[in-house]
């Protein structure tokens, strides 16, 4: 038949489309905001013909200077901890050992190995064959500009996570032919082992700040018709890889580079010597979920927390998050609103649940600050700002009232403290909103969560915008409705500072029609007695 004759194009037309569509995939992360990542990896997506899946075969390298056998590296197939498949290495370079584990967890809690998740995700497991593990001597030419040393080993580890594609435990799964695949990494560089490099072995929390990170990988263009290992360039940045998004195109250099390598793979199958090639490699090592369920003898410390122990760092963290939530997105607002209200219990109610509010954060930086175990990224710097903010903000609020109060006779003048507590307040809030939409990415709540904030908190400052604007428009109105009106006494000095303390508030109860001798009377009683309240407040 014709279709058959023309068979052979059409595959060499397929197999030209493939090879120019491969790039080589490659991420590498030495420094970040605290100044350490130390790890890097590369990717290659194979379809195997034979088991008809999809085989992921990747290589880790792990960064070590001064032949330290402390900290640990991570990657995880999936958009977050939960549900991920997670690759782990840890090791000794002295000792030459380097273990390999593969893990995953049930939420923000320490992963552990895979036999002991079969409460969590009972579903297919990936094969992980462990090709090789080992540390060897930096020879590169990478220069660490913050340790100004070189790496002095590279912990490799190379193995291939057959149908990759079967995982399901990861929100949204894991899909062999998309451009944008979720995955995690993290790292730290401080845990002592004390020489147990076990696969069951517990591992402390990544670092802050620098230590952990999302990453979207391009696997539809890493599709390679031969199985390798691909190499890894230290001094380039990342490929196929986007730390914000969807990854870019390939570019032209990246097609030729890795038609190229393609190249290479095809003359060694063709000229027999696939030595280079994965395809004819066995696997030197059991694969991590064969090891993880042996027993040999070895005393494992049991990990600080487990998922399957009530942890109390992790509800702590909670409650910060609530304590600070409660107070930039409802006391907070609540009290500028009820500061620019027309109340005759205004100030009162503004300075009660502004001190409430203020009890709750102090509360909530105590908790972060016990629960941290180093200050190293900018959602904790920004927090001890806003803390700070908050402290001066406190004392100028009192002592603006003070100096209000005592000049009121002569008309009541508002002074520098004014202008700096009210504008401080202004930028405080917004920022503690921000900094609650950071917490919540750091403790990787959902997406729905965070848009859900972002939207109250936008909502909130639009509608303070107008309750504050509509509070300045008072008093041209109030101007005009009482051109006739006494100049300010004392009393109404008073009661000006109880609506707002600056001049958008400024007559803000003057444009009541002023009826009559009885109702100016009833008016000036409330003020005497207002003002016996805030007189009592003062000695407080």
């Not at 058959?4 to 080589?24: H, N």
């Not at 969807?246 to 190229?260: F, N, Q």
């Not at 040999?296 to 122990?309: I, M, S, Y």
């Not at 600070?324 to 219990?345: E, Q």
Request: aromatic share 10%.
């Amino acid at each position: 038949m014709l279709w058959l004759s023309c068979l052979p194009a059409l595959l060499a037309l397929v197999f030209t489309t493939v090879v120019s569509a491969y790039r080589p995939l490659q991420f590498v992360k030495h420094t970040g905001e605290s100044g350490r990542a130390d790890q890097a990896f590369s990717l290659v997506n194979y379809y195997n013909e034979t088991t008809q899946q999809s085989d992921l075969y990747v290589r880790m390298w792990a960064f070590r200077y001064q032949s330290s056998a402390k900290g640990w590296a991570a990657l995880g197939l999936g958009p977050q901890m939960k549900g991920a498949l997670m690759f782990i290495t840890y090791g000794d370079p002295a000792t030459d050992s380097l273990t390999l584990t593969v893990r995953t967890a049930d939420g923000h809690h320490p992963p552990r190995p895979m036999p002991e998740m079969k409460d969590f995700y009972s579903g297919e497991t990936p094969v992980v064959d462990v090709v090789s593990t080992r540390f060897e001597e930096y020879t590169g030419q990478f220069f660490h500009e913050g340790l100004q040393q070189k790496p002095s080993h590279l912990g490799i580890a190379e193995f291939i996570v057959r149908g990759y594609e079967t995982w399901t435990a990861a929100e949204l799964g894991v899909q062999n032919d998309t451009t944008k695949q979720s995955m995690i990494w993290s790292s730290n560089f401080k845990q002592d082992f004390g020489g147990d490099f076990s696969v069951e072995r517990s591992i402390d929390m990544h670092q802050f700040g620098l230590g952990f990170g999302f990453i979207w990988a391009d696997l539809k263009n890493a599709l390679s018709p031969f199985p390798f290992f691909g190499p890894i360039n230290e001094l380039s940045g990342h490929q196929g890889v986007n730390e914000i998004g969807d990854p870019a195109e390939p570019t032209s250099d990246e097609l030729k580079a890795g038609a190229a390598m393609i190249a290479s793979q095809k003359a060694a199958v063709d000229g027999g010597s696939g030595s280079d090639t994965a395809a004819d490699i066995e696997p030197v090592d059991k694969t991590p979920t064969d090891q993880a369920g042996a027993d040999d003898g070895t005393k494992v410390e049991e990990p600080v927390k487990t998922v399957k122990q009530w942890n109390i760092r992790s509800m702590m963290w909670h409650i910060h998050g609530f304590l600070m939530t409660i107070s930039f997105l409802v006391l907070y607002p609540l009290g500028v609103y009820f500061l620019r209200s027309p109340r005759a219990t205004a100030f009162n109610l503004h300075w009660t649940i502004n001190c409430l509010s203020s009890v709750s954060v102090g509360l909530a930086a105590l908790i972060g600050f016990v629960n941290s175990r180093s200050i190293s990224i900018t959602h904790q710097y920004v927090g001890i700002l806003i803390v700070c903010g908050l402290c001066v903000q406190t004392v100028l609020g009192w002592r603006h009232h003070v100096v209000y109060i005592s000049s009121s006779p002569h008309g009541g003048r508002r002074t520098w403290m004014s202008l700096v507590h009210l504008w401080l307040g202004r930028v405080v809030l917004p920022f503690g909103m921000i900094n609650i939409v950071t917490g919540l990415l750091l403790r990787h709540y959902g997406w729905l969560t965070v848009s859900l904030t972002i939207a109250l908190a936008a909502v909130e400052v639009i509608v303070l915008t107008l309750v504050v604007g509509r509070a300045r428009n008072r008093r041209p109105a109030a101007q005009q409705h009482n051109k006739a009106a006494p100049p300010m006494g004392a009393d109404e000095a008073e009661e000006y500072f109880q609506l707002g303390g600056d001049e958008d508030d400024e007559d803000a109860f003057s444009d009541e029609d002023e009826a009559g001798s009885a109702d100016r009377a009833k008016r000036d009683a409330e003020r005497d007695e207002q003002a016996k309240r805030l007189a009592r407040l003062d000695k407080v």
